[in-house]
């Protein structure tokens, strides 16, 4: 004989007889009492009524279940595009702020550059016109002091004093009016 498959359990089994359509006692009665309990209280079999009935039944209500799934999902879809257009208007609005600042500040930034970049030149030239007039100073002191010593040379040869302001003068910058001690 061949090889057949339990209905109920599905094993591989020889069978003993042909008309033998389970493995083991057990998985016969097991059906027995599934068909028992499918049957109408007259003792009609309604088992296929019944099973016509649940599988309309489980396709409505699968057909109901997916259309609501579906439902679902445009709904979430919509909220979440919603959400991220809300979400990513107000990250552009808050981008383009920042980038506002940031230029002002850049801008901000350019002109104090230019100021201190001005002031350093002005620092520059007032350190160049420092040192200009420091040196005009020591040139005037020299001059001053080669016409200090040509007075006194022309007073000296001359034989005649010097006038009091004139050696109030001498005497203030620490000049000594007598001839050859200067």
């Not at 009935?53 to 595009?81: F, K, V």
């Not at 257009?85 to 981008?95: K, M």
């Not at 801008?107 to 200009?132: F, P, V």
Request: proline letters at 3%.
């Amino acid at each position: 004989m061949t090889m057949r498959i339990c209905p109920e359990c599905t094993t591989a089994f020889t069978p003993s007889s042909t008309r033998q359509l389970f493995c083991r006692p057990a998985c016969a009665h097991r059906q027995r009492q599934r068909n028992y309990r499918h049957t109408t209280p007259a003792g009609l079999p309604e088992a296929k009524t019944r099973n016509d009935q649940s599988i309309a039944d489980n396709r409505e209500a699968m057909a109901a279940l997916t259309a609501l799934y579906e439902a679902t999902i445009r709904n979430l879809r919509s909220t979440h595009q919603r959400k991220l257009a809300r979400i990513t208007r107000s990250f552009e609005r808050q981008l383009a702020a920042a980038h506002g600042q940031l230029n002002e500040r850049a801008q901000a930034a350019s002109r104090e550059q230019l100021k201190a970049d001005d002031l350093q030149r002005s620092m520059r030239h007032l350190q160049h016109e420092n040192k200009l007039r420091e040196l005009s100073e020591r040139q005037s002191i020299r001059d001053m002091q080669h016409l200090a010593a040509m007075v006194l040379t022309l007073h000296s040869n001359a034989n005649m004093r010097l006038d009091p302001s004139t050696a109030a003068i001498f005497a203030r910058r620490g000049w000594n009016t007598e001839l050859g001690t200067s």
